[in-house]
């Protein structure tokens, strides 16, 4: 089944805890991307990468960090997680076409004390 | 940059066609109008997307104006599991950048 997941799904931390969440797909899609998901915000977008190697800022990247290793995976750093980070984050991938509809992973909320 | 402008909610019974407007009157030429929803808190889902032409598939069918300033999205027979929050987008198909910008969308409630 085409999927992207995510990793863990649910994490409550303290401020300073290093952690990371994963995500991965398994549909071969160049491009992933994290957003984040806050109440009146709607859907910002963290990172992206267009390609192994490849990855840039988008509207939010402050306190995070990402990786492009392989294709399939596009883990979410962060080094120093403070309260400001408590949100949904959403990990999504897409095929680099015209057509470029995305697949969003289940979410993982994140509570940082 | 608000791009598009859609209600904060709608109600629809269980059953009916649920027509969802969304206005884009500042849309280019070569921008498209896509839609994804998102039911409770789980991950946003594709719905449809079109350029100018009325498009359908098995989930929807997407009206866009003849000016392109608008469109429609419809659900044919709205079912309780069809309620949440409808994101109407408009963006170019290729870029540096393939995302999405998700505003407050509608949020739909389906009634029995």
């Known amino acids: 089944e085409a999927q992207v997941t995510q990793n863990p799904r649910y994490l409550i931390t303290v401020t300073g805890k290093k952690l990371t969440v994963t995500c991965s797909q398994n549909?071969?899609?160049?491009?992933m991307s994290w957003y984040r998901q806050d109440p009146g915000l709607g859907l910002r977008q963290i990172y992206y990468?267009?390609?192994?190697?490849?990855?840039d800022k988008g509207d939010v990247p402050e306190g995070y960090k990402v990786s492009r290793k392989e294709k399939r995976n596009f883990p979410l750093i962060l080094e120093s997680p403070s309260p400001n980070q408590t949100s949904l984050y959403f990990c999504?991938?897409?095929?680099?076409?015209?057509?470029?509809?995305?697949?969003f992973g289940p979410g993982t909320r994140l509570t940082v004390l | 940059d608000a791009k598009t402008t859609q209600p904060p909610s709608m109600d629809c019974a269980e059953g009916r066609a649920a027509n969802l407007p969304c206005n884009h009157s500042t849309i280019s030429g070569n921008e498209y109008v896509y839609w994804y929803r998102q039911i409770h808190s789980q991950g946003p889902q594709y719905i449809i997307h079109?350029?100018?032409n009325n498009e359908t598939n098995e989930m929807a069918s997407l009206i866009i104006t003849e000016d392109r300033k608008s469109s429609t999205l419809i659900l044919p027979h709205a079912t309780l599991r069809d309620t949440a929050v409808y994101y109407c987008?408009?963006?170019?198909?290729?870029?540096?950048?393939?995302?999405?910008?998700f505003g407050a969308g509608t949020r739909l409630t389906v009634k029995p």
């Open positions: 079109g350029l100018k």
């Open positions: 549909m071969n899609h160049e491009y």
């Open positions: 990468s267009m390609n192994v190697e490849v990855t």
């Open positions: 999504a991938s897409s095929l680099w076409s015209e057509f470029n509809e995305q697949f």
């Open positions: 987008i408009v963006r170019v198909a290729t870029g540096d950048n393939n995302d999405m910008r």
